[in-house]
């Protein structure tokens, strides 16, 4: 059983550089509504080009569709990684898809950095948000309001801390667009009852406030080359 | 900076229809390892071939290397998924792999339904071992004892519980292979600090022994066709 192609339809974006736990948890969460029509939505990757795309570990993924395919998604989830989601931030294609998919998308998430693209492309600005601990500072120049939660919602904006956030932003989300029984069968489905060996963060392995300064002056030059983006983040214009 | 060719390989094993969470979830714990040549090895993806695969999710993944191109490996980890997985356990090519690489290697490790694998090799033969909840009586049959716990080690074997398991799997096993601080700063660059958002499994939803022997009989079915497999999976023999 398979949804029709006229299903309400969310969309997980790649990009060439993500970090793919950013995509698959979540991803491995909602992908066997494709198998239940009654779940109401299908799940679709969707890049630029539908290509393998190199990520920040060996191995390559390849989504299944293009975004132009999927203009007008019912929800919208991006993916963060590292220096290569800081140049994502510089691409139009992608910011333009996200802000025409919000116009009337349900949803609209990210995990991790993923909140970055969304907050470049202007879709936080004044809203509630968080993203990976060490980037906060880049969210927060960027107009929104940084809370180190796992996820945080202000109206059809979702987004989750860093990388294996996603998985549960994902079960919240599902519980949203179906019920909490079908969440928590997803979580037994995907045997989701971490034991992190090591018990929770040591926070004292870091110190947040400068590695946020760090990523900020970091994604000041990486997007140093385009003079919006640089005034956005704040940077000063050599001159 | 990159590992040298030379450096200890560990090798993720990938084969059409995974579960992209049960791979991605460790691998997202080692992959940084190949760019800090203190760690002393590098990782992999190998599949039997170089091509973009299919998986349980609407994504493909693609392979760096081929498995024959890393025949002696330091460490092995086979990821799970459903049917596929289990046809898998069919594959002669994958088999006569793991059973070559558990030779020398210093760890062979599993998620998921990926110990069926190990076990039809025969490499768990009277060892502890786990695996997804539900296929608990085919890795029993197969001449394993399950335990019902987030990982299980019996000497160079490591196997892990259903899908998300591979996390706190991989941050043990890094921690074992370098030194607890190093994996407690790659859960920081993670950020896992899991926050189920229905708390833990409520395992009242399944009946374990029922879905136990569905699934072993699932398994007899999907390997009727090899006798050897479907006299070690207790098949009754018709005629």
């Known amino acids: 059983v398979q949804q029709p192609a006229s299903a309400k339809t ?12 950013d995509l698959i948890g ?12 009654e779940a109401g939505f299908r799940v679709v990757t969707a890049g630029e080009r539908i290509e393998p795309m190199e990520t920040d570990s ?6 299944e569709v293009r975004l132009a395919d999927v203009p007008v998604p019912y929800g919208v989830i991006v993916p963060g990684g590292g220096m290569p989601t800081i140049r994502t931030m510089g691409n139009p294609v992608i910011r333009d898809y996200l802000v025409e998919a919000a116009r009337s998308a349900e949803f609209v ?7 970055l693209i969304l907050a470049v492309a202007g879709l ?12 906060y500072r880049t969210l927060e120049q ?6 180190r939660q796992r996820w945080v919602e202000d109206g059809k904006f979702i987004t989750a801390a860093g990388v294996s956030a996603g998985i549960d932003m994902a079960l919240h989300l599902l519980a949203r667009l179906t019920d909490e029984q079908t969440a928590k069968q997803m979580q037994l489905s995907i045997e989701y ?6 018990g929770p963060i040591d926070w004292s392995l870091v110190d947040q406030a400068q590695s946020g300064e760090a990523r900020l002056q970091q994604a000041r030059e990486i997007l140093s080359t385009d003079p919006e983006l640089s005034r956005r983040l704040g940077a000063s214009i050599p001159g």
Request: hydrophobic share 40%; glycine share 8%.
């Open 10 to 21: 969310i969309v997980f974006v790649l990009y060439p550089g993500l970090t793919p736990l």
């Open 26 to 37: 979540p991803l491995q969460v909602f992908a066997p509504a494709n198998h239940f029509p």
């Open 58 to 63: 060996p191995v390559r993924l390849t989504p």
């Open 109 to 115: 998430g990210s995990v991790c950095t993923g909140a």
């Open 124 to 135: 936080l600005d004044g809203r509630k948000a968080t993203t990976h601990w060490a980037h």
């Open 142 to 147: 960027l107009g929104a309001t940084y809370l």
């Open 193 to 198: 009852q971490p034991e992190p060996p090591f």
